[in-house]
């Protein structure tokens, strides 16, 4: 009975981890569309100024009133909130004003590795062999992608420096992510909802500074009007339920199978592409294919390492154990 009901939390993460990846792939396009009627900036404030209220009724009804408590950590909050939030969400918009939701979603497909390469910069984590193959063979594909095999393209191509800005804002993702260690026995979600507050407070600082002064424009009741279903599915789903979606699902199947589900958000992306009639060159899938190929080597890789030192150290803990 255990090992059905393990089965089926297993089942439930897989598929939390799967709308997670869905909704985020399908957020992309579906940004493109709205920067018609909101500037990128204004829609994320207006995003997350929502999304910050729902996910900080989530914790006061989830854990109570006292985990809406700073504990004295008010400035690193916001500072992590402002460096995740703030920074991936304006740095990847401003980018995918600038290039294709498709090679955005490659961009945000290369986290797992980035994250690699940051905790070996912080933390001295040297990556394994087999994460910097990984690494290789996903720079090779960011590269097919970004060119479309040629290279005239990619040296000079005015798009490449937007899909350099969604890579930027996935390197404050990332960060903001690893900066969870600080907060040893908080919650996902507490961790969430209150930088998710204070980084909301810093966008929307941005926003109206930049309409006040005249250098971000103002929407009308029309722009809103027409973005009101584009913007309920960016705050409920890619944003709200996604998000706790995520939490849930790595909870219950672990970071290392579960981080394959960010080659969801490439795969949707593609696929919404082309059914919005789109056409993508040879280079651009073959290369689409690379930067997942090596999430999922690594993966594995990973996955076999964790598995090893767990029976290395089985022998030691039953030595360790009275004889019963």
Known sequence: MTANASGAG??????????????????????KVLFHHLDPVVMTALRYGAAALLFLAALAWRE?????????????????????????NLLGFEGLQRTQPEQAA?????????????????????PARAT?????????GVLLVLGGGSTARLLHGGDVRGDLLVLAGA?????????????????PLRYTALSC?????????????GMASGHLPVPDTADLRASAWGLAYLVLIAAFVAVLGWNAGIARVGATAGVL????VPVTAFAIGAC??????????????????ALVINSVFAALGARSVRRARKPEALAACPAR
């Open 132 to 140: 910097w193959g990984a690494i290789g063979l996903a720079l090779l």
């Open 276 to 293: 919005m009639g789109r056409h993508f060159g040879s280079a651009e899938l073959l290369g689409a294919a690379l930067v997942m190929s």
């Open 197 to 209: 507050g204070f980084g909301a407070i810093s966008i929307v600082g941005i926003a109206v500074a």
């Open 171 to 187: 390197l404050c993702w990332v960060t903001y992510t690893l900066g969870a260690r600080a907060f040893p026995g908080w919650s």
């Open 261 to 264: 589900f960010i080659n969801l």
């Open 106 to 126: 490659v961009m945000v497909a290369l986290m797992p590795l980035v994250t690699a390469l940051v905790q070996w910069a912080l933390y001295a984590r040297r």
């Open 10 to 31: 297993r089942s439930a993460g897989f598929a939390l981890l799967g709308f997670a990846g869905i909704a985020w792939g399908g957020m992309l396009p579906l940004g």
């Open 64 to 88: 109570g009133r006292r985990a809406l408590r700073l504990q004295g950590r008010g400035a690193r909050l916001w500072l992590l909130g402002t460096v995740g939030f703030a920074g991936f």
